[in-house]
């Protein structure tokens, strides 16, 4: 009898470490967790109709990236369960450490500086898909489904040591902003400018604009437009854009506001 109990006992304990599941981060868990779920969970954030969705927290920022037909993820994303949640990126306000995670240093497998001018130093725990990174002082931390969940999508995730240079180390989310006038006259037409950072090669972009007052009357799909003001003295025109063509999980809206004042005396147009 002691030796079936102690054979039960070690079946047992097999079966569990065969199951290793991937870390949660509040309840949510990649690929198995979907956007209805996340909405339940934390609100609908911000790009809500993208295949990235972001969330600001008091002491840290959160991007999650979804499954979708977004032609900048892989074949192997886009046959997934449309909206199941991809990756689970945090970025911390406040130092977080290994043990913090419930990492121990001798149990994680850590990839040392890449270079001088990249400096990066990453601790995988490669069953449970967690990733802790810092560079340059700056934290993040990717919550990814298990080593055998992973294997549903290999061209995304890969070995996570290659995926924590592509899609963490090497792919720095490009900033995006707009310029526009301090102020104009009514009836001017206003040029709103997108300026995109990104690296070489630089991927082929597109932009989509929308005003909250006024026309656009030239630009749409480029970086620069013009709006038509006629009518709008003591009104203010926010033009907002959202750049397609980069990474889905990073930032890609931007805007910029200008207040229209009543044409002066003697002014033309």
Not at 23 to 29: E, F, K, T, Y
Not at 152 to 176: A, E, K
Request: glycine fraction near 6%; charge should be negative; include cysteine.
């Amino acid at each position: 009898m002691r030796a079936t109990i102690t054979t039960i006992v070690l079946v047992f304990t097999l079966s569990v470490v065969s199951r290793v599941e991937a870390r949660a981060w509040r309840g949510i868990i990649p690929l198995q967790t979907t956007r209805a779920a996340v909405v339940q969970i934390l609100g609908e954030g911000t790009d809500s109709e993208s295949a990235g969705t972001k969330y600001n927290f008091e002491n840290e920022n959160v991007s999650i990236l979804y499954s979708s037909a977004d032609t900048a993820l892989p074949e192997c994303a886009r046959k997934l369960p449309a909206d199941l949640v991809l990756a689970i990126k945090v970025f911390p306000k406040v130092e977080v450490s290994l043990e913090t995670l419930g990492l121990m240093r001798d149990s994680v497998k850590t990839l040392p500086t890449l270079s001088d001018s990249l400096p990066t130093t990453a601790f995988v725990d490669d069953d449970e898909g967690l990733v802790m990174s810092a560079s340059g002082g700056t934290q993040q931390i990717a919550y990814l489904p298990s080593k055998a969940e992973r294997a549903r999508c290999p061209d995304f995730y890969g070995d996570l040591s290659t995926f924590v240079i592509r899609r963490i180390i090497c792919i720095l989310c490009p900033t995006v902003a707009v310029d526009c006038p301090e102020d104009t006259e009514a009836g001017s037409k206003i040029t709103f400018t997108a300026h995109v950072t990104v690296g070489t090669p630089a991927p082929e972009l597109a932009f989509n604009w929308t005003v909250d007052q006024g026309t656009i009357v030239g630009g749409q799909g480029t970086a620069v437009i013009k709006v038509d003001t006629t009518n709008l003295g003591d009104k203010t025109i926010t033009a907002t854009v959202e750049v397609n063509g980069i990474d889905p999980s990073c930032p890609r809206t931007a805007s910029c506001s200008t207040p229209i004042v009543k044409r002066r005396k003697g002014s033309q147009h």
